[in-house]
């Protein structure tokens, strides 16, 4: 039986633990910019449940992290950044 040929498969990435914070900063922009399929009007919690579905944000011990806690730090980011939030409502 011959070998098969070509490269061979290096290890796979099934999820990220350390410094989501670069990851999360790179989909808000493309958020804030109208790049993904939803507008920004809709809200942080609308790309931290899109992340959340992901299922790549996990702790070190395995456990997914919430959505609570991506939008907080999507939040977080947007406090940080040059944009605005993009709703600006304020409550009654």
Request: hydrophobic share 35%.
């Amino acid at each position: 039986m011959k070998a098969k040929r070509g490269p061979k498969p290096g290890a796979t990435i099934t999820r990220i633990i350390d410094r989501r914070d670069i990851i999360e900063k790179a989909f808000l922009e493309l958020y804030m910019i109208n790049c993904l399929d939803a507008s920004p009007e809709n809200g942080l919690a609308t790309l931290a449940r899109f992340l959340y579905r992901r299922e790549k944000f996990q702790q070190k011990n395995g456990k997914r992290i919430s959505a609570s806690t991506i939008r907080q730090d999507l939040i977080e980011l947007l406090k940080e950044s040059k944009y605005t939030n993009p709703r600006n409502r304020k409550r009654k």
